[in-house]
């Protein structure tokens, strides 16, 4: 029987056509940019098992990045790997759990994997991608067990202000005393060079679980190394347990390059904000250069953003017609519907692509919108 299904979305880890503007992550590191440091203080690491909890250095590390103590930290196999974890440990059978759609369809996946009771939260685009308040606290009950968000979002790069945070924490403890509430920070360290990098939400209240990873801010989904902070105890040895009984421990290889990666952290990540910052500027242009084709929702961080065709020029017909005309240009975006969202909007990602290459890329993105556009008839 099929625990999860099947999704275009796996395509992203397959062959990419020339100019992929599908993907959210940034250009790769480098390996080499790491090794030198490794090879000088590992010639004598031995190729045996990790803790189940992660490498005490790495988790110190990561410890110190979001103001908690090393104990809370579990590094994990990727950031996805914590997310099952959590659905795993937290939700039984018939458990409700509230997910922010649309959303990442790998993190809805594994809610409804365990047999949680799934409870949509719709996160519209003509809301700039915002919960809304008084839907959220209608769909928590006594019988809510998990609330996960991700913030920054995927696919829009919308980060949910701390002050909407703090009331959708106090509805959870009004309406849903028992409820966790897991915010996926992937995107939250992928700042633009003008903006200061957003408070993690791993200090905000007990009940609070993060997940991050190297994959997105850093450049570095290769390694897979993710991570989730837990205050509870009791919690937290039922994810190290989870953890042990499903991969044993993360690769000693990859803990001692992820140090290397956070020790390097402050270079990396000012370059790749200035690199953002510069292709979040090109996109906005083209944006405004195609504004009768289309719309967007400006993201808050990442190298990602929504783009919504717009009606009066893009029927059903149309839509398809547009997607049609994109792959004849070599080009590939995220349909919506790889996220629970419709199809006329999709995922634009401007952070993988080269310079060069982000600006040829949407030109033939934008052929593709006038190839496929109905026609306006003149007045």
């Not at 995927?154 to 966790?180: F, H, K, Y």
């Not at 044993?248 to 000012?270: F, G, H, K, N, Y």
């Not at 995922?347 to 496929?372: I, K, N, T, Y």
Request: charge should be neutral.
């Amino acid at each position: 029987m099929a625990r999860f299904p099947s999704s275009d979305i796996i395509s992203l880890v397959g062959e990419a056509p020339r100019f992929d503007l599908a993907e959210s992550t940034g250009p790769g590191l480098h390996l080499a940019e790491l090794l030198g440091p490794v090879r000088e203080s590992h010639d004598e690491m031995v190729l045996d098992y990790s803790t189940a909890p992660g490498d005490a250095m790495l988790r110190k590390a990561i410890s110190d990045l979001h103001e908690v103590v090393p104990e809370d930290v579990i590094v994990t196999v990727g950031g996805m790997h914590a997310l099952f974890l959590i659905a795993f440990t937290l939700c039984e059978r018939g458990d409700e759990a509230i997910f922010n759609e649309p959303g990442f369809p790998l993190a809805r996946n594994v809610l409804d994997a365990v047999g949680a009771s799934v409870r949509p939260l719709p996160l519209a685009f003509d809301r700039g991608y915002q919960p809304d308040l008084a839907f959220f606290g209608d769909l928590l009950s006594p019988k809510t067990r998990l609330v996960s968000l991700a913030s920054p979002h995927n696919p829009s790069g919308v980060a949910i202000p701390v002050g909407t945070l703090v009331q959708m924490l106090r509805l959870m403890r009004e309406r849903a005393p028992q409820a966790w509430l897991v915010v996926d920070e992937t995107y939250r360290q992928a700042a633009y060079a003008q903006d200061l990098v957003s408070a993690s939400a791993a200090t905000r209240a007990a009940r609070v679980i993060t997940v991050a990873s190297l994959s997105k801010c850093h450049g570095a989904p290769g390694l897979r190394i993710g991570w989730a902070i837990v205050h509870d105890r009791g919690v937290r040895d039922q994810l190290v347990t989870a953890k042990f009984n499903t991969v044993i421990s993360c690769s000693r290889v990859d803990e001692a390059l992820a140090l290397q990666v956070l020790a390097r952290r402050d270079r990396i990540l000012q370059a790749r904000s200035v690199d953002l910052s510069r292709k979040l500027a090109v996109t906005a242009q083209w944006v405004r250069r195609n504004e009768l084709f289309i719309e967007w929702v400006r993201p808050d961080a990442g190298g990602l953003c929504c783009v919504r065709l717009r009606r009066a020029r893009f029927d059903g017909t149309g839509v398809e017609r547009f997607y049609s005309a994109l792959a004849k240009q070599s080009v590939r975006v995220a349909p919506g519907d790889w996220f629970g969202e419709e199809r006329r909007i999709f995922r634009l990602g401007f952070g993988l692509p080269a310079p060069r290459d982000l600006d040829e890329a949407l030109g033939r993105l934008s052929v593709a919108l006038e190839q496929s556009a109905e026609r306006v008839a003149a007045s």
